[in-house]
Nanobody
Framework: QVQLVESGGGLVQAGGSLRLSCDAS????????MSWYRQPPGKQRELVAA???????NYADSVKGRFTISRDSAKNAVYLQMNSLKPEDTAVYYC???????????????WGRGTQVTVSS
């Protein structure tokens, strides 16, 4: 069974930085995308950034130029460097693994439990 564990959240002042980490364990097939989502209070979960197994990245417009996603495939880990944080970045941040099962040719999604990021003004 795949498990994802996030860390690195916390309380920071506007303009500050945080680095989130997500460690994945279990059997993880090579064709996959690792992503960060967030859910602000009272709102729906939204994609923040994603990185494919071959390094392609995608960002939400609201974080472009401020956040950087990276991964260490050997460690099955993904990171999110967040700079110039704003109060509107306050949310629970979730790690997601979207992975292709090579035999069944279907995709499975796995989620972490989330880590709280709070940005004070």
């Amino acid at each position: 069974q795949v498990q994802l564990v996030e860390s690195g959240g916390g309380l920071v002042q506007a303009g500050g930085s945080l680095r989130l980490s997500c460690d994945a364990s279990g059997t993880i097939f090579s064709v996959n995308t690792m992503s960060w989502y967030r859910q602000p209070p009272g709102k729906q979960r939204e994609l923040v950034a994603a990185i494919t197994h071959d390094g392609g990245t995608n960002y939400a417009d609201s974080v472009k130029g401020r956040f950087t996603i990276s991964r260490d495939s050997a460690k099955n880990a993904v990171y999110l460097q967040m700079n110039s944080l704003k109060p509107e970045d306050t949310a629970v941040y979730y790690c997601n693994l979207h992975v292709l099962q090579p035999v069944l040719k279907v995709f499975n999604d796995y989620w972490g439990r989330g880590t709280q990021v709070t940005v004070s003004s």
